[in-house]
């Protein structure tokens, strides 16, 4: 190898001892500061600072100086991945992180292997649209397998065809920040009309029209579960007697990662349409 002077800019080892000091106080407790040590090493691996150590390659540093085998020396660097997708002025000011991350709304990812299962999702657009949809699950109970569930939702209905026009009858779920969709972001529906660069959506919380694909993700074509809930739903819907909690319960099937009921709701469906129903004959009879 050549000289360091001709390899490696003057100031690589001062900033390669920076963040060298955050990987080391990182990995002691990395299930805190994974976000940090994966940060720094994308720093080291970008930057080729390795070099400055006499390493011939990332890996190579990583097992040397951090004992990090191969496998997990790159798992790191998805979760920085992931993580500056999550907060994009990352990319530009990686040594932020402590002071952006605090002021930030929402949660980030609780560890590295929150992060590898979101990587999966192979843009930053869908890594983004899929945390959220987790958070808005319920941000203080993650688990591995909603996290799993989530990823491969989102995965299934993410393919190259997403621009195509879908079909009459289609289960489709609208994704995107498009402000004219704002109230339907996330929820699942069924395509009821189609014109040449658009689609009408009746979802569970009423009818998004004039749809373009970029804002749709297909689920499947004549999904008859997601036809027969969202006939359940829109009855529901339309009647006078619901509350608050009928409505929560509505909007929680909306935004269902797939158009299904899970026991619960489905307890709680057929009791309002039972209760609906009681309530409608008594006031027939009475009149």
């Known amino acids: 190898m050549n000289g360091l002077s001709e390899v490696v800019p003057t100031d690589s080892l001062s900033t390669l001892e920076q963040l060298e000091r955050t990987i080391e106080k990182g990995l002691k407790v990395l299930r805190q500061t994974f976000f940090e040590v994966g940060l720094a090493l994308a720093e080291v691996k970008k930057r080729e600072l390795y070099l400055a150590k006499g390493y011939s390659s990332y890996t190579s540093y990583c097992a040397g100086e951090w004992k990090i085998n191969k ?8 979760a920085a991945e992931v993580v500056v997708n999550l907060i994009p002025q990352l990319e530009s000011f990686p040594q932020s992180f402590s002071a952006i991350a605090e002021k930030l709304d929402y949660p980030l990812p609780r560890n590295e292997s929150q992060c590898r299962e979101i990587a999966k999702l ?7 649209q899929a945390w959220q949809e987790i958070l808005e699950s319920d941000e203080n109970k993650i688990t591995a397998k909603q996290i799993r569930h989530t990823v491969a939702s989102f995965t299934a209905v993410s393919n190259s065809n997403s621009l ?6 289609t289960a489709v779920r609208i994704v995107g920040n498009n402000p004219d969709l704002k109230q339907f972001r996330n929820c699942w529906g069924i395509v009821l009309n189609r014109y040449e660069h658009s689609v009408d959506v009746a979802t569970c919380l ?16 004549s999904d008859s579960e997601a036809t027969t809930i969202l006939d359940r739903v829109q009855k529901i819907a339309a009647s006078d007697l619901i509350d608050d909690t009928v409505r929560n319960l509505l909007r929680e099937i909306a935004t269902a990662p797939v158009p299904h009921l ?3 709701q489905e307890i709680y469906l057929s009791a309002t349409e039972e209760v609906i129903g009681c309530k409608k004959s008594s006031e027939s009879q009475s009149r």
Do not use: C, F, S
């Open 122 to 128: 192979k843009t930053a657009e869908l890594q983004r």
């Open 262 to 264: 899970n026991k619960w």
């Open 164 to 169: 195509t026009i879908p079909q009459i009858d």
């Open 206 to 221: 009423g009818m998004a029209r004039t749809v373009h694909p970029q804002y749709l993700m297909v689920i499947r074509e």
């Open 71 to 78: 496998t997990y020396a790159y798992d790191l660097l998805k």
